[in-house]
């Protein structure tokens, strides 16, 4: 059984950092694309990051390019996303999902940005408020 464990949200000031945790058991990270999504409170879910499989290349919608960083540890089986430059308007539930449900002609990273492919294994959410 997949299981998908999140953690590292919080209440941080704009401007300010935080480091989320996907942290994966029953499957390993390497073998599908895993993303980070995010969802406020009255809007749709928007992808946010992704990092490819093996090849580990990361793709960031336009919102958060050049503030947030997608990374992997095999050791761990971990996928990261580092934000910084944090602002009012990143405030949402944050998940990570792997094991898309289907394979895409292109790569899935940008399949599942565009909200246009869907995933078997989801984390719980963190909760990541920016707020002075």
């Known amino acids: 059984q997949v299981q998908l464990v999140e953690s590292g949200g919080g209440l941080v000031q704009p401007g300010g950092s935080l480091r989320l945790s996907c942290a994966a058991s029953g499957f390993t990270l390497d073998y599908a694309a895993t993303v980070w999504f995010r969802q406020a409170p009255g809007k749709e879910r928007e992808g946010v990051s992704c990092?490819?499989?093996?090849?580990?290349?990361?793709y960031y919608a336009d919102s958060v390019k050049g503030r947030f960083t997608v990374s992997r540890d095999r050791a761990k089986n971990t996928v990261f996303l580092q934000m910084n430059n944090l602002k009012a308007e990143d405030t949402a539930v944050y998940y990570c999902?792997?094991?898309?449900?289907?394979?895409?002609?292109?790569?899935?990273?940008?399949?599942?940005?565009?909200?246009?492919?869907?995933?078997?294994?989801w984390g719980q959410g963190a909760q990541v408020t920016v707020s002075a």
């Open positions: 999902a792997t094991d898309p449900v289907t394979l895409p002609v292109g790569p899935p990273c940008r399949a599942a940005l565009a909200g246009t492919l869907e995933f078997d294994s």
């Open positions: 990092i490819g499989r093996s090849d580990a290349t990361t």
